[in-house]
């Protein structure tokens, strides 16, 4: 799945070297045997943060966003909601952090849910609000998640 607007569509290559890098590596065949923390794929170009956690309910959330990099969020197993909204317009919940490339933002009364479960991926671009690791139904699930940053 990928999502954007028409205006963005074309600042986009969802096909180059570094997407390509981070699909391959997505490709593997022991996701569920690595680490947990940072991958390198490719120096800070590309690289994996595999996570392990139980997903919230959504309002127990906010928006999140980077600057510098793309996320290829793959789910490994399990199955989480991830809400996706524009990001200009939105205001800040807290300062944007340079160095974390991470900022949180408030959520609008609409945005888009997206069902993720074990072998899907979304990516999300710069200019993409998102909030992963969310409930999907009543009750929360464990989810192995690799989110591969490629950078802008």
Known sequence: MLVTTIDHASAHDYLNERFAKAYAFLRQDNLSELPLGRNDIDGDDVFA???EYGTVPAAEKQLEA?????DV???VSGEELLQY????GLDEAQPFDEGNDFGLYATPERTTDVVLRAGDMAVLAPEDAHKPGCTLGAEPCHVRKIVVKVRA
């Open 73 to 75: 969020q793959f789910v």
């Open 85 to 88: 909204a524009q990001l200009e």
């Open 66 to 70: 980077h600057r510098r990099y793309y």
């Open 49 to 51: 943060n595999v996570q």
